[in-house]
T-cell receptor, first 118, second 111 residues
Framework: DADVTQTPRNRITKTGKRIMLECSQT?????MYWYRQDPGLGLRLIYY???????NKGEISDGYSVSRQAQAKFSLSLESAIPNQTALYFC?????????????????FGEGSRLTVL | GENVEQHPSTLSVQEGDSAVIKCTYS??????FPWYKQELGKRPQLIID?????GEKKDQRIAVTLNKTAKHFSLHITETQPEDSAVYFC??????????FGTGTSLTVIP
C-alpha cells in the first residue's frame, strides 16, 4: 500500500547535536508537511512544501530547516538541537490534484518520529 | 493567521452515551474543517470532514456540524464504544493549504 514513511522512529540525542528526520512517500502526492506534536498543544506546523521548488515556513519554524530533495522526499533538520525540541514529529502529505471532484484536503500522516534531546 | 480552539481537553463518557467536541476558528476565509482521530501510539487519521458550503455531515455514528456565522464546528459521536477512545483533533484550512489544528480532546469511553 502507498504510505508515508519516517526515519528514524525514535532518536535520543544531546543538546547541540545536528539531527535530521527523513520522510518519504509512495502516495504520489505533491504536498508535504512537517508537524510537531506536544501534549496539550496539538499539532503545530513547522514547514510545508507544495512542490520541489516550494518551501514555506509554518507556525513554529525557528530552529528548524527543511529540504525537499525530490517529489517523494522531505527532510527536517535541527541544526543544533535543544531540550525544548523534544517532541513527536509527524510528516504528512496531501494531494492537490483533483480527480473529477473537489480536492479533499486530507492529510496522510507518517507513523511519527519521537525525538528526545537531553 | 488562523487560531483554532478546541474544548474540552478531556472527556469521559459511559459506553453508549454521546460525546460532543467543540471547536472555534478565527479566520473567516477558512473553508475546510477536518477531524482526525489518533489512537494511542498511532498516527492521526481523518474520520470526517466538512466544507463551508455544508452545515452538517453524517457518517454512521459520527457527525459534524458547522456554524459559519459563529465560526464554530462540532464533532458528535453517538452510541460510543470503547474503540472510540482516542485523541480527537479538529482543524481548519483555507482551500486545503495550511492546516491549523486544535489542541486535541482525549476521549475515554468507559465500558
Amino acid at each position: 500500500d502507498a504510505d508515508v514513511t519516517q526515519t528514524p522512529r525514535n532518536r535520543i540525542t544531546k543538546t547541540g547535536k545536528r539531527i535530521m528526520l527523513e520522510c518519504s512517500q509512495t502516495k504520489g502526492h505533491d504536498r508535504m508537511y512537517w508537524y510537531r506534536q506536544d501534549p496539550g498543544l496539538g499539532l503545530r506546523l513547522i514547514y510545508y512544501s507544495f512542490d520541489v521548488k516550494d518551501i514555506n515556513k509554518g507556525e513554529i519554524s525557528d530552529g528548524y530547516s527543511v529540504s525537499r530533495q525530490a517529489q517523494a522526499k522531505f527532510s527536517l533538520s535541527l541544526e543544533s538541537a535543544i531540550p525544548n525540541q523534544t517532541a513527536l514529529y509527524f510528516c504528512a502529505t496531501s494531494d492537490r490534484r483533483t480527480s473529477g471532484r473537489a480536492h479533499t484536503g486530507e492529510l496522510f500522516f507518517g507513523e511519527g518520529s519521537r525525538l528526545t534531546v537531553l | 493567521g488562523e487560531n483554532v480552539e478546541q474544548h474540552p481537553s478531556t472527556l469521559s463518557v459511559q459506553e453508549g452515551d454521546s460525546a460532543v467536541i467543540k471547536c472555534t476558528y478565527s479566520d473567516s476565509a477558512s473553508n475546510y474543517f477536518p477531524w482526525y482521530k489518533q489512537e494511542l501510539g498511532k498516527r492521526p487519521q481523518l474520520i470526517i470532514d466538512i466544507r463551508s458550503n455544508v452545515g452538517e455531515k453524517k457518517d454512521q455514528r459520527i457527525a459534524v456540524t458547522l456554524n459559519k456565522t459563529a465560526k464554530h464546528f462540532s464533532l458528535h459521536i453517538t452510541e460510543t464504544q470503547p474503540e472510540d477512545s482516542a485523541v480527537y483533533f479538529c482543524a481548519a484550512s483555507n482551500t486545503g493549504n495550511q492546516f491549523y489544528f486544535g489542541t486535541g480532546t482525549s476521549l475515554t469511553v468507559i465500558p
